[in-house]
């Protein structure tokens, strides 16, 4: 079964204090893995799709991570704006449409 | 341009009564996804549909779930005969292609509360 685990559950940081986020998954072959934020009270929000080991991808103090076995969300020099949940999505090669979730990081990140 | 909307954005029902859920995909996309988002818990998927193909219903929890989409467009989610296990955010998204590695633009949600 596809298994998405993120960690950890929540982060507490200082404004401009460099962290990162985990994602590990298990899947029986993988064909892209996507990050997304959540603020409360709204649905998620794309932030970037990888699909292959080696890859990066960057999005203001995002930087986004894949291996074959984990993917990372590094936040470089964080503001209290990038206080949301972020969650990681697998799209496996099952044959299926669907995405499947972690439970996400909830970060808040102090002034 | 307008995003995914859904409606209504909160509703609370009895335990036992039927609920029907909307929502307006982005115009011109073709794949329509139902994610259910319980609290503590990942976002679990619950349908899929491709423009004119056999929905997706894997993710369905049970018989009282169901859902149709109207013209390639709008979709209504109807949960029959509701329990308390039930209450959660329901989320919508859309995207323009539906294979599974186009992005998925989301709603903001039908937070469902059963009594």
Known sequence: EDQVTQSPEALRLQEGESSSLNCSYTVSGLRGLFWYRQDPGKGPEFLFTLYSAGEEKEKERLKATLTKKESFLHITAPKPEDSATYLCAVHADTGFQKLVFGTGTRLLVSP | ?115
Do not use: M
């Open chain 2, 1 to 115: 341009g307008a995003g995914v909307s859904q409606s209504p954005s909160n509703k609370v029902t009895e335990k036992g009564k039927d609920v029907e859920l909307r929502c307006d995909p982005i115009s011109g996309h073709t794949a329509l996804y139902w994610y259910r988002q319980s609290l503590g818990q990942g976002l679990e998927f619950l349908i899929y549909f491709q423009g004119n193909s056999a929905p997706d219903k894997s993710g369905l929890p049970s018989d009282r779930f169901s859902a149709e989409r109207t013209g390639g467009s709008v979709s209504t989610l109807t949960i029959q005969r509701t329990q308390q296990e039930d209450s959660a955010v329901y989320l919508c998204a859309s995207s323009p292609q539906g294979q599974g590695n186009s992005p998925l633009h989301f709603g903001n949600g039908t937070r469902l509360t059963v009594t």
